[in-house]
């Protein structure tokens, strides 16, 4: 038995250094905004286009580029999304104007629905068949503890220095990824070689599949259920479960931890069985959700239901990876950068019906009830697809295009 499958390849350590930079610089920027407006003389709705400006982005490159290098091979793709995310990070440290500062938050955004795609493809690549959901999930790892350790480091960085430096960090934290990608993922083989010969043509095919389509549905309606009601969490906290407003940012590490433990079991137990760990994980967090609804007067619940929520919404991430990639079997590479497009439609589908049923004068619990509805079509989609997909059973997945681990 290779050492692939008995030990923790080093690759997947820098797939986790490289998404943890990335998911750094996709949220500290909302505890640093503040400081951004008042620096650049613009309005908090301007400054809020360097959040929702990167979100648009991250939804375009995940599909665009990801097909525009399907031939190229993928160590070498990762490491020029990794020169990509340095240098937009750079420009946003660097930035003398708020138009600066967009143009480097957008180019530092392209690389990031690229970079999960491919990333999750190649550590899945790493292991062997039985250990890739949670190979996906160590990856995936990186985006937790950014949120965990990165963000209150990152931001209290920047209140205390200057938002700039909170920048120069993440540069320092892409320059240390590009090096451990350099060196620990392997240079030859198939986890980290192009796309099939079929190419762009190839990629494209595995879009013609039933179960690719119910896959990024369930991945836009279940993920984003948990990321609408969370978009406005904040509201719920301080109006209806009555806690101080210095108590959130605290809360808010409890729900990181939650998204940390949640990725790791989810990535364990979907390796075990894809399809019971999806329907388990979407039909707990329907009942979380609800549950948090109805308990949300109450602090005590109210703090136990936040660790839960992002438990089992971050549980969805590593098998809602798999299930697509298993689909798109011969091709994954650009069905998996669609589905990290699909994470991104889901978090603003959810964030926008949340904002409708608070300007509809439903209470800040509304948007936990519309996240639960959401979640509860996803299962439902969910239940549809694996029917179908027992009527009609796809190839075994054991795609030679991620690598043969016991070689």
Same mark, same amino acid.
């Given at each position: ?7 923790? *390849? ?9 998404? +943890?930079? !990335? ?19 613009? /309005? ?31 160590? @070498? #793709? ?7 995310? !340095? ?30 795609? !491919? ?9 062997? *068949?039985?250990? =890739? ?14 949120? #965990?350790?990165?963000? *209150? ?13 909170? +920048?120069?960090? !993440? ?18 083989? *198939? ?15 595995? +879009? ?18 948990? +990321?609408?009601?969370? %978009? ?14 210095? %108590?959130?940012?605290?809360?808010? #590490? $409890?729900?990181?931890?939650? $998204?940390?433990?949640? @990725? ?13 760990? $999806?329907?388990? #994980? ?33 549980? %969805? ?26 994470? @991104? ?11 409708? /049923? ?6 800040? /619990? ?8 959401? /979640? ?13 997909? =027992? ?17």
């Amino acid at each position: 038995m290779s050492q692939r499958t008995s030990a923790l *390849p080093g690759g997947l350590i820098a797939l986790a250094i490289g998404a +943890f930079g !990335i998911g750094l610089t996709e949220f500290v920027i909302m505890g640093l905004l503040p400081q951004v407006a008042a620096d650049f003389a613009v /309005t908090e709705s301007v400054a809020g286009w360097l959040i929702s400006g990167y979100a648009l982005s991250v939804a375009v490159g995940g599909v665009a580029l990801t097909a525009a290098v399907t031939r190229l091979r993928r160590k @070498n #793709v990762l490491l020029g999304l990794m020169v990509l995310f !340095i240098a937009g990070n750079l420009v946003s440290a660097l930035a003398g104007d708020y138009a600066t500062m967009l143009a480097g938050r957008i180019v530092a955004a392209l690389c990031h629905g690229a970079f999960f795609g !491919i990333g999750a493809v190649v550590a899945a690549g790493l292991v062997a *068949p039985a250990r =890739r959901a949670g190979a996906i999930a160590l990856m995936f790892a990186g985006l937790t503890t950014a949120n #965990v350790l990165g963000v *209150p480091f990152g931001t209290f960085l920047g209140q205390h220095l200057g938002w700039r430096a909170t +920048f120069w960090a !993440i540069t320092g934290v892409g320059v240390v990824a590009l090096i451990g990608l350099a060196l620990l993922v392997p240079g030859r083989g *198939p986890a980290t070689d192009a796309a099939p010969a079929g190419g762009l043509r190839g990629e494209l095919r595995a +879009f013609t599949r039933r179960q690719v389509w119910f896959s990024l549905v369930i991945t836009i309606l279940g993920f984003g259920g948990m +990321f609408g009601a969370f %978009t406005y969490i904040a509201y719920t906290l301080t109006e209806v479960s009555g806690f101080a407003t210095a %108590t959130v940012p605290w809360l808010l #590490v $409890l729900f990181g931890v939650g $998204l940390f433990a949640g @990725n790791l079991a989810g990535g364990r137990a979907a390796d075990v069985s894809l399809s019971r760990t $999806l329907v388990t #994980v979407l039909a707990v967090l329907t009942v979380v959700l609800v549950g948090f609804a109805l308990a949300a007067t109450s602090p005590v619940l109210t703090v136990a239901a936040l660790l839960l929520m992002g438990a089992f919404g971050f549980a %969805t991430v590593p098998p809602l990876q798999m299930r697509i990639m298993k689909y798109a079997h011969q091709a994954p590479t650009l069905a998996s950068g669609a589905n990290i497009a699909a994470f @991104n439609v889901g978090n603003a589908l959810g964030a926008w019906i949340g904002g409708v /049923t608070i300007s509809a004068g439903l209470g800040y /619990t509304a948007p936990i009830w519309a996240g639960a509805a959401l /979640t509860l079509l996803g299962l439902v989609v969910l239940l549809v697809a694996e029917r179908l997909a =027992r009527r009609a059973p796809a190839r075994p997945a054991a795609p030679v295009e991620l690598v043969d681990a016991a070689a």
